[in-house]
């Protein structure tokens, strides 16, 4: 059941949006949790990343945080599970797992 526009917040869950109004604010985006859409989930194998940092800007949920140029665990708050870091990841530190963590 779709929420009346007025009353959307960041409790509001994904179902209650509008069609095509996933903020309802300027900025507000990141206080939906989408991450509940993902069907799949990407690990971090940290032990084989090289840091090369290709998989951050590639991500188009912006879920792969870098910090003192080093990347950081998965926001899966709000990745989808695309996959893309996955395929972009040239040294195998991330694989793609089946359903939702
Ligand atoms: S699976 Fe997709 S949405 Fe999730 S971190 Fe990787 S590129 Fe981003
Ligand atoms: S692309 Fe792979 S090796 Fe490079 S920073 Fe990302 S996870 Fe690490």
């Known amino acids: 059941m779709r929420t009346d526009i007025n ?4 409790h509001t869950p ?11 604010a300027a900025g507000t ?22 840091q090369c940092l290709l998989c ?6 912006s879920s792969i945080p870098v910090k003192d140029q080093k990347r950081g665990a998965f926001d899966l708050d709000h990745c989808k599970g695309c996959g ?10 991330i694989k ?3 359903g939702v963590e």
């Open 96 to 98: 793609m797992k089946e």
């Open 84 to 93: 893309i870091c996955a395929k972009v990841c040239p040294f195998g530190a």
């Open 29 to 50: 985006s990141k206080y939906f949790k989408t991450g509940e859409w993902r069907n799949n989930t990407p690990v971090y194998l940290e032990d084989n990343c090289k």
């Open 56 to 61: 951050a800007p590639v991500c188009p949920d």
């Open 14 to 24: 994904h179902t209650g949006l509008t069609e095509g109004m996933q903020v309802f």
């Open 7 to 10: 009353k959307i917040n960041e």
